[in-house]
């Protein structure tokens, strides 16, 4: 099986980033991605785009050197009742969103409420995503969040570069995280969270894991083309 979309993505215009959005694409294409979606900080995110850079991701085009684009954002989680930086009238108007909590946005608080702030996020009909749940400076009830996004038709990401350069100390929440959804037939997503264009399709510590777990491939949302079905809003 071959993974054929990033789900998380980050270009120049989320301020701590790198790479063009073409740039990103032409890697993607050169790994073979069949899709990519772009999905830059919210607002809330200190040097992250204007609202209106999300109103205005309807002018990129649906395909750029055969890879498929799926527009959307990396929101962020701003307090433990689950909201995010963005109204939904925007929101809904995007293919892909991921709702993630960041300690430049939101506090980290007890393992009660971090859980409660990323339960309440997923009532967000708009949230597809919910982004590195594994992060240890956000301490959660993994049964809990898992369950719930079984239930609720959530995704929950394994996230790459949380084993590499990002949110040291990932690796055994996330370890916990997938063999929970393994045995709940949640579903998950890969995504690479990269901030540079050589980072795109960067899959390899996630799959690692995966392997380890010996999670079978229906439960990875990237190994299925029809899946992606639910990310063609735009
Ligand atoms: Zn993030
Ligand atoms: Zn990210």
């Known amino acids: 099986m071959e993974y054929i979309i990033d789900t998380h993505t980050h270009t120049i215009a989320s301020g701590h980033a790198y790479s063009t959005l073409i740039e990103n694409v032409k890697a993607a294409s050169a790994k073979g ?3 990519l979606a772009v999905t ?4 809330a995110m200190p040097g992250g785009p204007h609202m209106f850079y999300f109103g205005n991701l309807k002018v990129i085009p649906k395909e750029i050197e055969g890879v498929r684009i799926f527009k959307g954002i990396e929101a ?12 939904d ?3 809904k108007r995007l293919d892909v ?14 393992k009660e409420e971090n859980t409660k702030a990323i339960l309440k996020a997923m009532d967000n009909k708009n949230v597809d995503i919910i982004g590195h749940p594994g992060n240890p400076a956000f301490e959660i009830d993994i049964d809990a969040v898992v369950k719930r996004a079984k239930e609720k038709d959530v995704l929950i990401e394994i996230n790459n570069s949380s084993f590499r350069t990002s949110r040291i100390g990932s690796y055994d929440n996330c370890y916990k ?3 929970k959804a393994k045995e709940v037939g949640a579903t998950m997503v890969i ?3 990269a901030h540079i264009c050589y980072d795109i399709g960067n899959f390899e510590k996630a799959h690692e894991l995966i392997q380890k777990l010996q999670i079978p491939d229906d439960l990875i949302l990237n190994l299925w083309p029809e899946k992606l079905k639910r990310f063609c809003k735009l």
């Not at 830059?40 to 607002?43: A, F, L, P, Y």
């Not at 962020?76 to 109204?87: A, R, S, V």
């Not at 709702?99 to 608080?109: E, N, Q």
């Open 76 to 87: 962020n989680i701003m307090d433990y009742e689950g909201k995010l930086d963005m109204p």
């Open 33 to 35: 991605l069949k899709a």
């Open 97 to 110: 969103v991921i709702a993630s909590l960041h300690d430049v946005c939101i506090k980290p608080g007890t």
């Open 89 to 91: 009238s925007i929101l």
């Open 40 to 43: 830059d900080h919210g607002v």
């Open 177 to 179: 995280i997938a063999k």
């Open 191 to 193: 995504g690479s969270d």
